[in-house]
């Protein structure tokens, strides 16, 4: 994995940990549509097969993909971009497939 991917997981996984997140609309309707859950995500962010930089988003925010396993095990990819929130970095959570 590229160091700017490694540094990306990184700042997912710490946002993650430390509640710095923000789960789109969009992202909770994709959960429930695919029957997903956040274990789902918390298995891709433990064990990715693959991130990869998406550019930025209309905003101009750096979006990223992180794709893996799922809970059980069935490919799941899920779009993210970080943000600033209060000074602080958080990730947010736009789409799940």
Known sequence: MASDAKAALATIRQCVEEHRIVLLPHFRQRLAERYLLWVDILSILEAPDDVRDEGVDDYGR??????????????????????????????VFFTIY
Do not use: H, N, Q, Y
């Not at 979006?63 to 602080?88: H, N, Q, R, T, Y």
């Open 62 to 91: 750096s979006k990223w993909i992180v794709a893996g396993e799922g809970a059980d095990g069935l490919p799941v990819e899920s779009v993210c971009v970080f943000d600033v929130e209060d000074s602080e970095e958080i990730t």
